[in-house]
């Protein structure tokens, strides 16, 4: 296991709403990156937190977006989710050349 | 754009045998390339790493992976594989950006040993 953490591990929210998934990073490391794996394909970068600043962003509306903490924590927000949003998110932190994923939280939207 | 192929949807493999996974990469610069295995409902654990130095890498539960610049391949092998190798693997690309990097992936090889 990595260190990394995620909660919830899965939830059912439908069309409209708002959601926030939480990360808690491994011990010592500043970066936090979000992905979102939809079925059958390989994660997508959605963006990335360095020391509480956002550090890089895919191509992703502006209805995703997230926070890091001080103590590098992060959060992920959807608003008005839409049925494509059903997915794994996943997040990863690092402090150099590897990213340790947490085990994802799934998110159906229906 | 930077990419990542990973040609083969599904890799069958019997027990003992040696197995490939292809990935092939194109990236403009140096590429820093990445394999990673993900078991049903978990996460992504990091199995090895190319950065510089030599082609071949050596990574996590007996995998390896050769670097081949002119054909902008970095196929993941093992020698002999186990049933427990059954899983989802993932070749991904790294772009320098500060600190961490994002990682571009792709879509993924089913590998199914058998007994």
């Known amino acids: 296991e990595t260190g990394v953490t995620q909660s919830p591990t899965h939830l059912i929210k439908t069309r409209g709403q708002q959601v926030t998934l939480r990360c808690s990073s491994q011990?010592?490391?500043?970066?936090v990156s979000w992905y979102q794996q939809a079925l059958g394909q390989g994660p997508q970068f959605i963006f990335q937190y360095y020391r509480e600043e956002e550090n890089g962003r895919g191509n992703f509306p502006p209805r995703f977006s997230g926070l890091q903490f001080p103590n590098y924590s992060s959060e992920l927000n959807v608003n008005a989710l839409e049925l494509d949003d059903s997915a794994l998110y996943l997040c990863?932190?690092?402090?150099?050349?590897?990213?340790?994923f947490g085990p994802g939280t799934r998110l159906t939207v229906t | 754009a930077q990419s990542v192929a990973q040609p083969e949807d599904q890799v069958n493999v019997a027990e003992g045998n040696p197995l490939t996974v292809k990935c092939t990469y194109s990236v403009s610069g140096n590429p820093y390339l990445f394999w990673y295995v993900q078991y049903p409902n978990r996460g992504l654990q990091f199995l090895l790493k190319y950065i510089t130095g030599d082609n071949l890498v050596k990574g996590s539960y007996g995998f390896e992976a050769e670097f081949n610049k002119s054909q902008t391949s970095f196929h993941l092998k093992k020698p002999s594989a186990l049933v427990s190798d059954s899983a989802l693997y993932f070749c991904?690309?790294?772009?320098?950006?500060?600190?961490?990097?994002?990682?571009?992936f792709g879509q993924g090889t089913e590998l199914s040993v058998k007994p």
């Open positions: 011990s010592g490391h500043n970066t």
């Open positions: 990863a932190s690092s402090d150099g050349w590897e990213q340790y």
């Open positions: 991904a690309v790294r772009t320098l950006y500060n600190q961490g990097g994002k990682l571009i």
